[in-house]
């Protein structure tokens, strides 16, 4: 079997548009979060989410002790969120700015979010260069809006046909 390009494998997989979230957790006192496009719904019953954070992530590993996450999906207005959490060094100023506050876990909701998925972590599984993080939903709440869309390495929004 030939060996897939890197950068060929970035650039296809770049043709699958994704909804943008950050996903949230508390670092002791501190919120930390990292933008995230490998959301996903897993399970109605009983109510499960998943995202792939990187193993390298350090705001994965920061937020991982706590045993709990937020999932918050970006609206159309969020574009600069998006890109202040997945600059690649966090110095602790993602936050600033922004306000949240907690629901059911303890880990951050952004306000002015889409919709956020407030989850306890019930399963982490190693895959190649990722984790695959299982999160049991234990609150959750949306609100009416355009969502933020990543496509080809860009943002927009969606337009119905
Ligand atoms: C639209 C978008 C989607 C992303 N999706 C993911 C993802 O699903 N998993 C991941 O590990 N990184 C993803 N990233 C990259 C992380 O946000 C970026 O590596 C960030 O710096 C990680 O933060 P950390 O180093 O503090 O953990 C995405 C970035 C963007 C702009």
């Known amino acids: 079997m030939p060996s897939?390009?890197?950068n060929e494998f970035r650039r296809v997989l770049g043709h699958f548009p994704t909804g943008v979230t950050v996903v949230t957790g508390m670092n002791g006192a501190e919120p930390v979060g990292l933008t995230i496009g490998s959301f996903t719904s897993v399970s109605l019953d009983p109510p499960l989410v998943g995202f792939l954070p990187g193993r390298t992530s350090s705001s994965w590993e920061a937020m991982a002790p706590a045993g709990s996450f937020c999932v918050n999906v970006l609206?159309?207005?969020?574009?600069?969120t998006c890109w202040t959490f997945a600059r690649s060094s966090d110095d602790g100023s993602r936050f600033d700015g922004l306000d949240w506050h907690?629901?059911?876990?303890g880990a951050p909701v952004i306000?002015?979010?889409l919709a956020w998925i407030d989850c306890e972590t019930e399963q982490?599984?190693?895959m190649g260069d990722h984790y695959f993080?299982?999160?049991a939903v234990k609150a959750l709440g949306g609100a009416?809006?355009?969502p933020l869309l990543f496509?080809?390495?860009?943002?927009g929004t969606f337009s119905p046909i």
């Open 133 to 135: 993080v299982l999160g």
């Open 75 to 80: 609206g159309a207005g969020q574009g600069d």
């Open 124 to 126: 982490v599984i190693e």
């Open 111 to 113: 306000d002015g979010s």
């Open 102 to 105: 907690t629901e059911a876990t």
């Open 144 to 146: 009416d809006g355009d």
């Open 4 to 6: 897939i390009d890197p």
């Open 151 to 155: 496509f080809r390495g860009g943002l």
